[in-house]
């Protein structure tokens, strides 16, 4: 599922996606899961959805590998305000709190990476 040229117990992972996407029949792999990032690899068959859901504290960002789709998001559960339709190679961004859902409306698996992350201004590089 992943590459790893440095020692078994080594953290730093290098994964090919479309390798781990093929391996396992769940929707939802997590691939990395640290105190302030969580990284999962999300396949979605044709017609299947990701119910709308909400993150209080994280932005999330979606980096879609393969398919297209459909992205609904709003402030509250019940108002969408944004509804967009995206490819492969699309990166979708989702401020913490928004709500979203994403939907497979096509006739082939939509696969993406969702990188959920708490970050603050602290935290960026002093030379930016």
């Not at 944004?82 to 409306?105: E, T």
């Amino acid at each position: 599922m992943y590459y790893n040229s440095f020692k078994k117990d080594n953290p730093y992972i290098i994964y090919n996606l479309r390798a781990a996407s093929l391996l396992t029949n769940s929707p939802y792999q997590i691939l990395w899961s640290a105190e302030n990032m969580l990284v999962t690899l999300q396949t979605l068959k044709p017609g299947e959805s990701v119910p709308m859901i909400m993150h209080p504290d994280m932005d999330e960002l979606l980096s879609v590998t393969q398919g297209q789709g459909r992205i609904l998001m709003g402030d509250k559960k019940d108002e969408v305000k944004y509804d967009s339709f995206f490819v492969a190679d699309s990166v979708i961004f989702i401020p913490a709190g928004m709500w979203h859902m994403v939907i497979n409306q096509y006739v082939y698996p939509l696969i993406y990476v969702a990188i959920e992350t708490k970050c603050n201004n602290k935290s960026l590089p002093q030379n930016i």
